[in-house]
């Protein structure tokens, strides 16, 4: 069974950057899919970004050119740097897996396909 666990989050002003981590097991480096995703107050959860185990990238909109997602398959670790945040950025971040070649388009549906889920970590961004 696939285990995701995340860290990094934290409070920042407008403008400022943030670093979050996602620990995989091994078993989800192999053949995956490892998302970002969000879920402000009030909100339903969005995805954020997507990697997959041939580095392919997906970004939601919202966060082209600011957000960067990456992995290091040696230390089993996925990454997110955000850089000029916005209020809007703020909300739970959720590192997920999903054991398949391919990630799924951005979407409400992407959610439902992966597996494996990280318990979250709070991002607050203050104006």
């Known amino acids: 069974q696939v285990h995701v666990a995340e860290s990094g989050g934290g409070s920042v002003q407008a403008g400022g950057s943030l670093r979050l981590s996602c620990e995989t097991d091994?078993?989800?480096?192999?053949?995956?899919?490892l998302g970002w995703f969000r879920q402000a107050p009030g909100k339903e959860r969005e995805a954020v970004a997507f990697?997959?185990?041939?580095?392919?990238?997906t970004y939601a909109d919202s966060v082209k050119g600011r957000f960067i997602i990456s992995q290091d398959n040696a230390k089993n670790n996925m990454y997110l740097q955000m850089v000029s945040l916005k209020p809007e950025d703020a909300g739970m971040y959720y590192c997920?897996?999903?054991?398949?070649?391919?990630?799924?388009?951005?979407?409400?549906?992407?959610?439902?396909?992966?597996?494996?889920w990280g318990q979250g970590t709070l991002v607050n961004v203050s104006s």
């Open positions: 997920a897996a999903r054991v398949a070649a391919w990630c799924p388009p951005m979407g409400r549906v992407a959610e439902k396909l992966f597996g494996a």
């Open positions: 091994g078993h989800a480096q192999s053949t995956h899919c």
């Open positions: 990697i997959d185990s041939d580095g392919d990238i």
